[in-house]
């Protein structure tokens, strides 16, 4: 709304700073979305990517990982993957 607005960047960015704290989002950050939306966009949101879908992650496949982490807090992410993924 702000860029709508006819604020810049740095406009934007004081005033989530000033009405938020510091650091809330990076400088960078509003300066890309400013961007996207010169470009035409109309929204923050990411467009979908390929790979795995949502599908994947099932209640069966939460209690699996949770089971193992619970065995072996030090378990590896690695690992953890390789047992899920049969």
């Known amino acids: 709304t702000h860029w709508l607005l006819g604020l810049n960047a740095t406009q934007i960015h004081d005033?989530?700073?000033?009405?938020?704290?510091?650091?809330v989002v990076s400088y960078s950050a509003i300066a890309h979305w400013i961007?996207?939306?010169l470009n035409g966009r109309e929204s923050l949101e990411d467009n979908p990517r390929n790979g795995r879908p949502?599908?994947?992650i099932?209640?069966?496949?939460?209690?699996v990982v949770q089971d193992l982490v619970n065995d072996d807090p030090h378990?590896?992410?690695?690992?953890?993957t390789t047992i899920?993924?049969?």
């Open 35 to 37: 961007d996207r939306f």
């Open 75 to 80: 378990i590896s992410i690695d690992y953890v």
């Open 58 to 63: 099932t209640k069966q496949n939460i209690d």
């Open 84 to 86: 899920s993924d049969r």
């Open 15 to 23: 005033e989530l700073t000033a009405a938020y704290v510091q650091g």
């Open 54 to 56: 949502i599908t994947v």
